[in-house]
């Protein structure tokens, strides 16, 4: 390990730690040092302690002296329509025959591209934020947040203290300080929608919002210790905050605010207009919604650094992602608090940002959490037709690689913005919900008719090529080539292949789950007529005759290694040769242009080749130069170590859920259907165990791990069926017919 990277993780987090012990009982629960422990306030709105209930989110940190609650709504977005994508130009014939024929990219740059550089809408917007002047109170001694009941507590050196939550229900969130030496109350500070911004960070494809033109919002005090601010953003959305507070006893300040929206698919989950309960009512259930949360599943590792971050990760995912609120976008519930859009417009990125973000939850056992993201493609199901209509101009559904709330749309760089296959990788998510769960339900009414859309759409987008096998009239690999001409190709991507074959594959699952033999026997014909991946003596290719040659951040020719496991090691020597060709091949060309997320998801390919030396190395990594204090995913090399040649800081989420992901490939896989524990421990981790993880077929797993040795394995079956576990003991495959609730204990 390098000496530059042990030097740097000393000095970060020295004195962060408080002891961790705990009894069986306490155990299932995250511990103080998991959480965050600092001393001083943030000093930047990406390195605030982050607060959230899937729909109202929360970052604290300190601003011009003042402590600083910036407020965000997930569901609080600009969502005016792209005018050119109006053009009947616009579609996917027009970019074929601008590509293929007329070797002339620049009027699709006029038409999807550039006008990501014009327009500062589609985007995400802010709500505003609660200041508190906290200059009386003198200097901070110490911040925490306790990420088992998702509580922040700020303490100063003078005795004062104050507390913050999001309640895990509702709109909005609770503030309490004690021990004050003077009276107190909050401010709200607007979005600066008037105001030119001039001190803030360069980041990618970000505007000040005083170019979103809107009116300014109205501030009232509707009765001592109570305001409102009411803001009016584009076409019919607007949205409200309601504060109150009160001093019930000398020296204390407690209250809460509110905020609601008004014109958009998730007003109506507005239950409350006031914060109508007491501060201990409120924390009382908020504590109770995480205790559940966290007795869902818990790891324990002898590498602390590791653990914690899992802890951080895990609660980020339940912060983020609740049933009823939109999913996890690329800052989720944690909207840009510097006066400008968000990075990349804060959108739906799909064409990996998406994804990753909801790896962790199926293994993680939260499944609840975990269904959002398939709620929200249902939900955006007839929108996403429609635009397959509109510029593919066939029958069937893909959706708009990058898109908005509502999933139209926005445009970016053509050969992913508008990929052909988009709808394939987001496919295999209601695949994964399926088979976690074994929800028969869902199966029915949700996955499978989602699936068969795409499926269509690949069999009515597809020509024949000279082969006699099927290809993409055009094709892309996310980002690579960047944005030119040659990032197009007119022989289908390995990126466009996987998607396309993983459709196909579990297409076919589900048809013969339900009974649709026919179906079934229709996509296995389909498959058949799709050619295989491209490889050569440096692995899989990018697309025929075109190696990956030089470093690039996305791993998007890799795609059917992992996460598909339509390649895998299970199946031979001949894959496992090429996966770890694939593998060394990325590897031997250097990290210059990698992300933190790169390096997230090599350690999830790692961990799948069994490898836990080199999927905790490049954990390491992502932890000690790729995320803030706070643990927020920075995108660059935040140490200028060498890590990669990118060193700005645009926050996004999805290299924090691929963490967690990764850590729970080292504990446990069963993407082949086999369970396995412990599959790709480092050498040096000799005490590891975790509990109730969740396995493909709806199998909860708990194990230990001793003195180097596995000692014990629990596997509770929810729904029934066949269970296969790769026994450590006898070196063998354990299968056993299960029934719902029944649980199997092996040991030595």
């Not at 601008?98 to 550089?117: H, W």
């Not at 028969?440 to 269509?456: I, M, Q």
Request: hydrophobic share 35%.
């Amino acid at each position: 390990m390098d000496v530059k990277y042990i030097l740097f993780m000393a000095t970060l987090w020295v004195g962060v730690f408080t002891s961790c012990t705990s009894n069986e009982e306490e155990s299932k629960l995250p511990q103080p040092c998991q959480g965050l422990n600092l001393s001083e306030l943030p000093q930047r709105w990406d390195e605030g302690i982050p607060l959230g209930n899937g729909l109202t989110g929360g970052l604290l940190w300190q601003k011009d002296g003042k402590l600083r609650l910036a407020i965000d709504r997930a569901d609080l977005w600009d969502l005016r329509p792209v005018e050119s994508f109006q053009s009947p130009d616009h579609t996917y014939r027009f970019v074929c025959d601008q590509v293929i024929r007329k070797k002339d990219i620049r009027p699709v740059y006029a038409l999807i591209d550039d006008r990501t550089a014009n327009d500062p809408a589609p985007t995400k917007i802010p709500a505003g934020a609660l200041e508190f002047d906290i200059h009386p109170l003198g200097k901070v001694k110490k911040v925490t947040l306790d990420v088992a009941t998702a509580v922040c507590t700020i303490l100063w050196e003078n005795g004062a203290l104050a507390r913050f939550f999001t309640p895990a229900g509702g709109n909005g969130g609770c503030f309490r300080f004690e021990n004050l030496p003077d009276t107190l109350s909050p401010e709200l500070s607007a979005p600066p929608y008037q105001r030119r911004i001039t001190d803030s960070d360069h980041q990618p494809g970000v505007n000040d919002l005083s170019t979103l033109g809107y009116q300014p919002g109205t501030i009232t005090f509707p009765a001592p210790g109570k305001l409102l601010y009411r803001q009016q953003a584009w076409g019919d959305v607007s949205y409200e905050i309601g504060v109150q507070w009160k001093q019930p006893h000398p020296g204390v300040l407690e209250g809460g605010y509110y905020v609601t929206s008004k014109g958009t698919w998730y007003s109506e989950n507005d239950t409350v207009k006031r914060p109508d309960i007491s501060f201990d009512e409120a924390l009382a259930s908020h504590r109770n919604w995480w205790k559940h949360y966290w007795k869902q599943s818990s790891v324990t590792l002898p590498d602390t650094l590791l653990e914690r971050q899992w802890y951080l990760e895990m609660y980020k995912f339940g912060a983020a992602s609740r049933r009823g609120a939109p999913p996890i976008c690329l800052q989720a519930i944690w909207t840009a608090d510097n006066g400008q859009t968000p990075p990349w417009r804060g959108d739906f990125h799909s064409d990996l940002n998406t994804q990753l973000s909801y790896w962790p939850g199926y293994t993680a056992n939260h499944l609840e959490e975990s269904a959002v993201f398939t709620d929200w493609l249902w939900k955006i199901k007839e929108n996403s037709e429609q635009f397959t209509r509109r510029f593919f101009q066939v029958e069937g559904l893909n959706v708009p690689c990058i898109a908005t709330l509502t999933g139209q749309p926005i445009g970016g760089w053509s050969p992913y913005s508008h990929s052909p296959t988009a709808a394939g990788w987001l496919s295999y998510h209601f695949y994964q919900q399926w088979k976690y769960s074994m929800d028969s339900r869902f199966l029915k009414d949700r996955a499978y008719p989602w699936v068969k859309e795409v499926a269509r759409f690949f069999e009515n987008i597809s020509v024949y090529g000279e082969q006699g096998k099927r290809k993409l009239p055009l094709s892309s690999s996310p980002e690579i080539n960047d944005n030119r001409i040659d990032a197009w190709f007119t022989n289908t991507t390995n990126y466009d292949l996987a998607n396309i074959r993983i459709t196909y594959t579990i297409a076919g699952e589900m048809a013969e789950a339900l009974g649709l033999t026919e179906e079934a026997a229709h996509y296995a014909r389909l498959l058949h007529e799709w050619p295989e991946e491209a490889v050569d003596e440096s692995g899989l290719l990018i697309a025929p005759g075109k190696p990956m040659n030089e470093s690039h951040r996305h791993f998007s020719h890799l795609l059917s290694f992992h996460p598909f496991g339509l390649i895998d090691v299970s199946q031979g020597i001949k894959a496992t040769n090429l996966i770890l060709r694939s593998i060394k091949n990325v590897e031997d060309l250097g990290p210059d242009y990698w992300t933190g997320y790169t390096y997230a998801w090599l350690a999830n390919m790692k961990a799948r080749v069994a490898d836990g030396n080199g999927a905790l190395r490049n954990l390491h990594i992502f932890m000690n130069a790729f995320c803030s204090p706070n643990s927020f995913h920075l995108n660059g090399d935040q140490t200028r170590s060498g890590y990669s040649q990118y060193t700005y800081r645009p926050f996004t989420l999805e290299g924090n859920f691929a963490c967690a992901a990764a850590i729970q490939e080292m504990l446990l896989q069963s993407h082949t259907g086999v369970i396995k524990v412990f599959p790709a421990l480092p050498t040096s981790w000799k005490e590891v165990s975790f509990r109730n993880l969740r396995a493909v077929g709806a199998f909860l797993v708990s194990a230990s791990y001793s003195n180097g040795k596995v000692v014990s394995i629990t596997v509770t079956s929810e729904k029934g069926g066949r269970m296969r576990l790769d026994n450590p003991f006898t070196g063998e495959i354990t299968e056993k017919m299960m029934k719902p609730g029944e649980t199997v204990i092996v040991e030595n």
